[in-house]
């Protein structure tokens, strides 16, 4: 019984040392030997939800040994992160939690303050992360990291002239960050700036042509400059790349039906007016 017990404590301090060697990995930057770490205790549902978050930023974040986030995992991350909440809904509040442990050590920490900020926000207290990464931003203002999640808080409080602004100055130092092009054009869009909007979607496209729901918003960008048939042509293109998709499948559909109902409206117009140009060319007695 006492060999078991001595057994058990053993495992546990195991799995300590793991995760703190990791976070320690973490915060020295070395990116792919913490995300091994990381992904050991995640594979073995140890350390959670600590063990998770780290993971998912690692996801964001381990490029070439730089912080930026990967051009092809932006919807990997986001997958990721649904999926610990929807097994845990206390994560995020563990995690700010865990960020308030870690910042008691190293106040300065910015991608500790980094999470925290991002955690705060995806429960939408806005106002408090907004006041992390205001911190974050006087420690370091050029960390790709913090231009992301803080065009992501003035997303959250409606201030897209702001993250226009934000994200096209981040864009001058990282003109392949992905992420930003999607927040600056999703800003230009709903301000109706549609032509503008489009040109981050094409980068995006022209850097990644995987991303779904970046075709998605590119189609509601050339519906609004009535651009129709090249839309249809966009919902094709998204469908290939996921035909078990009901939600492109039916705005599809949809704008098929008005495309459809707008062709005919347009025809029937031209034919009135042209009877119309046709009866008073009779009654003025030309041809």
């Given at each position: 019984m006492d060999q078991d017990?001595?057994?058990?404590?053993?495992?546990?301090?195991q799995k300590t040392d793991q995760f703190q060697l990791?976070?320690?990995?973490?915060?020295?930057?070395?990116w792919f030997e913490a995300d091994e770490l990381f992904s050991d205790l995640v594979q073995k549902k140890q350390n959670?939800?600590?063990?998770?978050?780290?993971?998912?930023?690692?996801?964001?974040?381990?490029?070439?040994?730089?912080?930026?986030?990967y051009l092809n995992q932006v919807e990997k991350l986001i997958a990721f992160v649904e999926q610990i909440e929807k097994e845990n809904p206390q994560f995020f509040a563990q995690v700010i939690e865990h960020c308030n442990q870690e910042l008691k050590n190293?106040?300065?920490?910015?991608?500790i303050l980094c999470i925290k900020g991002i955690a705060l926000d995806?429960?939408?207290?806005?106002?408090?992360?907004?006041?992390?990464?205001?911190?974050?931003?006087?420690?370091?203002?050029?960390?790709?990291?913090?231009?992301?999640w803080r065009c992501l808080t003035l997303i959250s409080k409606k201030k897209y002239n702001e993250v226009i602004d934000?994200?096209?100055?981040?864009?001058?130092?990282?003109?392949?960050f992905v992420i930003l092009h999607h927040y600056v054009g999703i800003s230009l869009q709903i301000l109706s700036r549609s032509?503008?909007?489009?040109?981050?979607?094409?980068?995006?496209?022209?850097?990644?042509?995987?991303?779904?729901?970046?075709?998605?918003?590119?189609?509601?960008?050339?519906?609004?400059q009535n651009q129709y048939l090249k839309a249809l042509c966009c919902y094709d293109l998204a469908l290939k790349l996921d035909p078990n998709n009901s939600e492109i499948t039916n705005q599809k559909s949809k704008k098929n039906i008005?495309?459809?109902q707008r062709n005919f409206t347009i025809r029937l117009k031209y034919v009135e007016e042209s009877n119309l140009n046709l009866t008073s060319s009779n009654l003025i007695g030309i041809g």
């Amino acid at each position: 019984m006492d060999q078991d017990l001595c057994l058990h404590k053993e495992n546990i301090q195991q799995k300590t040392d793991q995760f703190q060697l990791a976070v320690n990995l973490f915060n020295q930057k070395k990116w792919f030997e913490a995300d091994e770490l990381f992904s050991d205790l995640v594979q073995k549902k140890q350390n959670t939800p600590y063990a998770q978050f780290y993971k998912c930023i690692l996801i964001a974040n381990v490029q070439q040994g730089q912080t930026l986030i990967y051009l092809n995992q932006v919807e990997k991350l986001i997958a990721f992160v649904e999926q610990i909440e929807k097994e845990n809904p206390q994560f995020f509040a563990q995690v700010i939690e865990h960020c308030n442990q870690e910042l008691k050590n190293d106040s300065e920490n910015i991608i500790i303050l980094c999470i925290k900020g991002i955690a705060l926000d995806i429960l939408h207290q806005f106002d408090e992360s907004e006041s992390i990464i205001n911190e974050a931003i006087k420690l370091n203002p050029q960390f790709p990291l913090i231009q992301v999640w803080r065009c992501l808080t003035l997303i959250s409080k409606k201030k897209y002239n702001e993250v226009i602004d934000v994200g096209q100055k981040a864009l001058k130092e990282h003109p392949n960050f992905v992420i930003l092009h999607h927040y600056v054009g999703i800003s230009l869009q709903i301000l109706s700036r549609s032509v503008e909007a489009l040109e981050h979607f094409e980068i995006i496209l022209q850097l990644n042509p995987n991303l779904v729901h970046i075709y998605l918003w590119k189609c509601i960008s050339l519906e609004t400059q009535n651009q129709y048939l090249k839309a249809l042509c966009c919902y094709d293109l998204a469908l290939k790349l996921d035909p078990n998709n009901s939600e492109i499948t039916n705005q599809k559909s949809k704008k098929n039906i008005n495309y459809v109902q707008r062709n005919f409206t347009i025809r029937l117009k031209y034919v009135e007016e042209s009877n119309l140009n046709l009866t008073s060319s009779n009654l003025i007695g030309i041809g």
